[in-house]
């Protein structure tokens, strides 16, 4: 009922930035909060930013200060600007929604995740 497209992962030397983005569509009235989740390998998928839709924001302490999360709600697209990479941010990269459809009933939805890899 609710479709997430994520794009922008790749490769980047330390030190550098990527762009990540997850756009939104289906049975879409409002969205709550969007954020941002990885998984590295061997360990459990972790909370790296969120925004809520009125645009407060919330950072794991590990990307406070090189990450930064923004939202365009007109597009129902979050944006995830991550600078300073280190390789320890290497990990899959998902997009998480939680919206609200005409009929008021509230959907959590993910995205396929992208790989995010910062070569030392």
């Known amino acids: 009922q609710v479709r997430l497209v994520e794009s922008g992962g790749g490769l980047v030397q330390a030190g550098g930035s990527l762009r990540l983005s997850c756009a939104a569509s289906?049975?879409?009235?409002?969205?709550?909060?969007m954020g941002w989740y990885r998984q590295a390998p061997g360990k459990q998928r972790e909370l790296v930013a969120t925004?809520?839709?009125?645009?407060?924001?919330n950072y794991a302490d590990s990307v406070k200060g090189r990450f930064t999360i923004s939202r365009d709600n007109a597009k129902n697209t979050v944006y995830l600007q991550m600078d300073s990479l280190k390789p320890e941010d290497t990990a899959v990269y998902y997009c998480?929604?939680?919206?609200?459809?005409?009929?008021?009933?509230?959907?959590?939805?993910w995205g396929q995740g992208t790989q995010v890899t910062v070569s030392s």
């Open positions: 998480n929604v939680k919206s609200r459809d005409v009929v008021g009933r509230w959907y959590d939805s």
């Open positions: 925004i809520t839709s009125g645009g407060i924001t």
């Open positions: 289906g049975r879409i009235v409002s969205i709550n909060v």
